[in-house]
């Protein structure tokens, strides 16, 4: 067990979903896996290890923002080993382009938190970025399953939710996409053990739009993310699938 998790070493998979919601991890786990079984309930923060494909996958909810996010990809590397997390989240968009309901893959993650700087004290600006091996396996799998609506690129992590004074429309221009919580933390903790990490999210609403998803369709309708992190994860596992 670790603080946060009480799974028994064994009980999570190598692969790891890691949505915020601990509801949509639940909907991953009761729609997608066979056999899926709870090893967390701690904060009602659930955890779920089952197979797809036959291949063992867990589903772990993160929390919001950074702070929560790194603290269960921490414990996931250093405690039960996991290899691989892959983000299924949700994200508001920021270029015009990036519609309601598309697909962003976080390439790079920038960040107004502090956190990475002191990880660093302060010497440099960290850039944190997805695993390579990974992201190319996801989007060859989006573009074989025909999804059109995908953009991969810079996403912007954010550490204030209702955050009026950040210039969106100027971090727009410089490409970034969309912007989330939490990938930036994720994407550092998986550098510092050597692990693998991406972030696939769902454009949920849009910041220059106001378009919006109502709560439930963010727990249960994005599910194009959540098939291409889990035949990505079968990839991961058995990599001539």
């Known amino acids: 067990m670790s603080t946060h998790i009480n799974a028994q070493v064994g009980e999570i998979a ?21 056999n899926p079984q709870q090893y967390n309930t701690v904060r009602n923060m659930f955890g779920f290890t089952g197979e797809y494909k036959g291949v063992p996958v867990s589903v772990q909810g993160s929390g919001m923002g950074i702070p ?3 603290i269960y990809a921490e414990e996931l590397y250093s405690s039960y080993d996991v290899q691989t997390i892959i983000r299924v989240g949700s994200a508001g968009g920021l ?10 893959f ?12 002191n990880i660093f004290e302060g010497q440099v600006s960290y850039a944190a970025i997805a695993s390579f091996e990974v992201l190319n396996l996801a989007y060859h799998i989006a573009k074989e399953q025909g999804k059109s609506d995908i953009h991969v690129g810079n996403i912007l ?25 939490e990938a930036a933390g994720l994407y550092a903790v998986a550098a510092k053990y ?48």
């Open 194 to 241: 050597d692990r693998s990490a991406l972030a696939i999210c769902t454009v949920s609403d849009h910041v220059v739009t106001g378009e919006s998803t109502s709560s439930q369709e963010r727990e249960q309708t994005f599910t194009d993310m959540m098939e291409i992190a889990l035949e990505t994860a079968v990839k991961i596992h058995v990599p001539n699938t």
């Open 68 to 70: 929560s996010a790194m």
């Open 14 to 34: 190598p692969t790891v979903l890691f949505p915020g919601d601990p509801l949509r991890a639940k909907f991953i786990a009761e729609n997608y896996l066979e």
């Open 157 to 181: 992590s954010s550490d204030r939710f209702y955050n009026e004074e950040m210039d969106k429309k100027k971090l727009a221009r410089y490409g970034v996409l969309a912007v989330e919580m």
């Open 106 to 117: 976080g390439l790079g993650a920038t960040t107004d938190s502090s956190i990475l700087s």
């Open 95 to 104: 270029k015009k382009e990036v519609k309601v309901r598309d697909l962003v």
